[in-house]
C-alpha cells in the first residue's frame, strides 16, 4: 500500500519588542580611561539581536533523486492551483531535490496568502513519487481599523505601513504590523506606546475577517540630562558636544534636542571612543549606557 510521508513545513514566527521609558529619561554613559593606555573592557552591553529567521525542517531525503510523476494541490480555496504550481520549482518529469523543495516553500509563502505549507509524498514505486502541496490559507481581510491613535493619524499608519497592499491576515501580519506602529510612535519620542489587536471574523463568511488594533500612545519620552560617569581626563562638556544625544531645551525642536534614539546612542559610544583615542588614550572604552 502507498504511503503519504510527511516532508516539509514552516513555522513563521515574530517576537514581540516593546521599550519602556520614563516620561523624561537620564542617560548615563560610563567612560573607562586611563593615562597609561590601560584601560579594561567590562560589561559591554549590545543592542538585542533581531528576530530568527523563519526555521525550515530539513526532511523528505528519502525521496532525493525520485521522479515527480504528478503534482497535486490541496488545502486551498481562493489562490488559483495555477498560482501554486507557477511557483514551485518543479513539475511533472522532474526529480525530487531537497533544496529546491525549500526554495519551493519560500516561493509559496512569498505570495502573502498562506499561514502554512507543507509539502507532502506518496511513494509510488522504488524511483517515483506524487509531490502534494498542502497550503492552509489566512483569512482573507475585509478592513483594518485603528482606535486611540491621536499623534499619528490612520491614514498617515496605513501608508507608512503599506496596509492598503494587505489582502489577507493572520497572527504573525498582525504581530508586524504591532511593531511597525510602535517603530512609528518611538520616531514621535512616544517609547511608552502599547498597541493590541482584536480579530473578527464575519459572521457570514469565516474564511474573512476584521482587525482593530487599539494604540495606547502614552506620554512623550525626552532626554533631560546626560550624565558620563568614569570620564577624569575629558569633561562632561566636551564629550556632550561630539555626541547625538543632546539634552531637551527650549529651542529643542528645532535641532532635535531630547531625542532618544537607541541607535543613535549605540554610535554615541563609538564617538566617546574615537574622541579619547584622538586624545591618546587608545584603550579607552565606553563600558555601558544606562537610560
Not at 492598503?164 to 517603530?183: A, F, H, N, P, Y
Amino acid at each position: 500500500m502507498n504511503s503519504k510521508n510527511y516532508m516539509f513545513s514552516k513555522n513563521v514566527f515574530l517576537r514581540k519588542a516593546f521599550i519602556g521609558l520614563a516620561l523624561w529619561s537620564t542617560v548615563f554613559v560610563t567612560v573607562l580611561a586611563t593615562d597609561n593606555d590601560d584601560a579594561l573592557v567590562d560589561d559591554v552591553q549590545t543592542s538585542e539581536a533581531p528576530p530568527p529567521l523563519p526555521v525550515i525542517q530539513r526532511r523528505g531525503s528519502e525521496f532525493s533523486g525520485f521522479e515527480i510523476k504528478s503534482i497535486v494541490v490541496e488545502g486551498n480555496k481562493y489562490v488559483k492551483p495555477e498560482a501554486i504550481l507557477n511557483r514551485l520549482p518543479y513539475k511533472a518529469g522532474t526529480t525530487f531535490d531537497v533544496e529546491r523543495s525549500e526554495l519551493a516553500i519560500r516561493n509559496l509563502y512569498d505570495l502573502g496568502s498562506f499561514s502554512q505549507v507543507q509539502l507532502e509524498g506518496e511513494k509510488i514505486d522504488s524511483q517515483s513519487m506524487r509531490l502534494f502541496v498542502v497550503v492552509t490559507e489566512k483569512k482573507l481581510l475585509e478592513n483594518i481599523t485603528f482606535t486611540g491613535n491621536k499623534a499619528l493619524r490612520t491614514k498617515q499608519l496605513k501608508e507608512k505601513l503599506h496596509i492598503e497592499k494587505l489582502t489577507s491576515i493572520d497572527d504573525e501580519t498582525m504581530r508586524r504590523i504591532v511593531l511597525g506602529v510602535q517603530k512609528l510612535y518611538r520616531e514621535e519620542n512616544r517609547h511608552l506606546v502599547d498597541v493590541t489587536y482584536a480579530l473578527t471574523p464575519n459572521k457570514d463568511n469565516p474564511d474573512k475577517a476584521s482587525v482593530e488594533f487599539t494604540v495606547h500612545e502614552g506620554p512623550r519620552s525626552m532626554v533631560k540630562f546626560v550624565h558620563f560617569v568614569g570620564n577624569k581626563n575629558l569633561p562632561d562638556r566636551k564629550l556632550r558636544g561630539i555626541i547625538f544625544t543632546r539634552e531637551n531645551w527650549l529651542m529643542g525642536f528645532m535641532d532635535s534636542a531630547g531625542t532618544y534614539n537607541p541607535e543613535m546612542l549605540e554610535m554615541d559610544k563609538h564617538r566617546i571612543e574615537y574622541f579619547y583615542r584622538d586624545h591618546g588614550y587608545l584603550m579607552a572604552t565606553v563600558a555601558k549606557t544606562k537610560v
